[in-house]
C-alpha cells in the first residue's frame, strides 16, 4: 500500500509560525507535524509514500533523511501552482500515481495515531472510501458529510445541521478503479471557471451520487488537524495521550 501526503501550503492562518516554515514542519511535541504522519504511516504498513510539496519545498526535502522510519520510501513532488490553486492542484498533479493502484491520500495537516489508518485499510472494499468520526455538534470549518448506512451523500462545510452526521478527517483510500474515477473527476472540475478555488473534497462530493463513495468510522479512535495556532495547543495534549511508543528512527536529531 502507498500514500499520497499533500503538504504544498503555506498554512498562512498560522503566520506568523509558517513565515518561512511550511506547516507541515511546526513542532508537536517532540517532532515535526510530518514526521508524526510518517511514522504512523509506516506503523500501519505503508512502504512508499509521495508528499506533494509548494511552499519551502526544500525545507521538506532537506528534513526528510532525518524523520523518516525505517522501511518507508519517501519522495517528493514540487507543486509550482500552490501559492494560486488550492489542494485540488496537488491532487491533479498526482492523478497518475492515483490511478497505479490501491493508494492513500491525506492532508498534510492531520494527525492520527496508526490505529486511525489501519481502520481504513481494514475497511470493506470499496473504489473511495472516506474516513469519517462523529461528534455532538459541527463548526463552521468541520468538513461535514451526510450518509446513509456506509454510503456518502454529501460532503462539505456547508452542510446543514439536519443533514450532517459526520465530518470528514480528510483521509481516503482508492482501490478498485477508485483513483481513476477520482482523477476523471478532478479533471472535470478543473476544466470549470473556478475550478482552481476549489477543495479536493468538492470532485468526492459531485462522485457521491455515483454510489461508489463509502464511509468508514474511527469514532474513538484519536486525531487532530492544525489549521489555526490554538489548534497547536490542542495537539500537544493529543500526541501526550498517545501512550504507544513510536518505532525507532535513523537519523533523528
Same mark, same amino acid.
Given at each position: 500500500? @502507498?500514500?499520497?501526503?499533500?503538504?504544498?501550503? +503555506?498554512?498562512?492562518?498560522?503566520?506568523? !509560525?509558517?513565515?518561512?516554515?511550511?506547516?507541515?514542519?511546526?513542532?508537536?511535541?517532540?517532532?515535526?507535524? !510530518?514526521?508524526? /504522519?510518517?511514522?504512523?504511516?509506516? *506503523?500501519?504498513?505503508?512502504?512508499?509514500?509521495?508528499?506533494?510539496?509548494?511552499?519551502?519545498?526544500?525545507?521538506?526535502?532537506?528534513?526528510?533523511?532525518?524523520?523518516?522510519?525505517?522501511?518507508?520510501?519517501?519522495?517528493?513532488?514540487?507543486?509550482?501552482?500552490?501559492?494560486?490553486?488550492?489542494?485540488?492542484?496537488?491532487?491533479?498533479?498526482?492523478?497518475? !500515481?492515483? +490511478?497505479?493502484?490501491?493508494?492513500?491520500?491525506?492532508?498534510?495537516?492531520?494527525?492520527?495515531?496508526?490505529?486511525?489508518?489501519?481502520?481504513?485499510? *481494514? *475497511?470493506?472494499?470499496?473504489?473511495? #472510501?472516506? #474516513?469519517?468520526?462523529? @461528534?455532538?455538534?459541527?463548526? *463552521?470549518?468541520?468538513?461535514?458529510?451526510?450518509?446513509? =448506512?456506509?454510503?456518502?451523500?454529501?460532503?462539505? @462545510?456547508?452542510?446543514?445541521?439536519? %443533514?450532517?452526521?459526520? %465530518?470528514?478527517?480528510?483521509?481516503?483510500?482508492? /482501490?478498485?478503479?477508485?483513483?481513476?474515477?477520482?482523477?476523471? =473527476?478532478?479533471?472535470?472540475?478543473?476544466? +470549470?471557471? %473556478?475550478?482552481?478555488?476549489?477543495?479536493?473534497?468538492?470532485?468526492?462530493?459531485?462522485?457521491?451520487?455515483?454510489?461508489?463513495?463509502?464511509?468508514?468510522?474511527?469514532? =474513538?479512535?484519536?486525531?487532530?488537524?492544525?489549521?489555526?495556532?490554538?489548534?497547536?495547543? +490542542?495537539? %500537544?495534549? !493529543?500526541?501526550?495521550?498517545?501512550?504507544?511508543?513510536?518505532?525507532?528512527?535513523?537519523?533523528? =536529531?
Amino acid at each position: 500500500m @502507498k500514500a499520497i501526503v499533500l503538504c504544498a501550503g +503555506q498554512g498562512k492562518r498560522l503566520l506568523p !509560525l509558517t513565515e518561512r516554515a511550511p506547516k507541515c514542519l511546526l513542532r508537536v511535541g517532540d517532532r515535526s507535524i !510530518l514526521e508524526w /504522519q510518517l511514522r504512523g504511516l509506516s *506503523a500501519a504498513g505503508i512502504t512508499e509514500a509521495t508528499l506533494v510539496t509548494g511552499f519551502e519545498a526544500a525545507a521538506i526535502e532537506a528534513a526528510l533523511p532525518g524523520i523518516t522510519p525505517p522501511g518507508l520510501r519517501v519522495r517528493t513532488r514540487f507543486n509550482p501552482f500552490f501559492a494560486v490553486a488550492e489542494n485540488i492542484g496537488s491532487c491533479f498533479l498526482v492523478r497518475d !500515481l492515483l +490511478q497505479a493502484g490501491e493508494m492513500v491520500l491525506l492532508n498534510g495537516d492531520t494527525l492520527f495515531e496508526p490505529a486511525v489508518l489501519r481502520h481504513l485499510l *481494514a *475497511a470493506p472494499d470499496a473504489p473511495i #472510501t472516506v #474516513t469519517i468520526d462523529r @461528534k455532538p455538534g459541527y463548526d *463552521a470549518d468541520d468538513m461535514k458529510v451526510s450518509v446513509e =448506512g456506509t454510503r456518502l451523500r454529501a460532503i462539505g @462545510k456547508t452542510l446543514s445541521p439536519e %443533514e450532517t452526521n459526520g %465530518e470528514s478527517i480528510g483521509m481516503l483510500r482508492f /482501490q478498485d478503479g477508485g483513483g481513476a474515477l477520482f482523477a476523471a =473527476g478532478l479533471e472535470a472540475a478543473l476544466r +470549470q471557471p %473556478e475550478g482552481l478555488r476549489r477543495w479536493y473534497l468538492s470532485v468526492i462530493h459531485a462522485l457521491a451520487g455515483t454510489g461508489d463513495i463509502r464511509v468508514t468510522s474511527i469514532e =474513538g479512535l484519536s486525531w487532530g488537524e492544525v489549521d489555526y495556532p490554538n489548534d497547536l495547543e +490542542q495537539a %500537544e495534549a !493529543l500526541v501526550r495521550s498517545w501512550a504507544a511508543p513510536a518505532p525507532a528512527m535513523t537519523g533523528a =536529531g
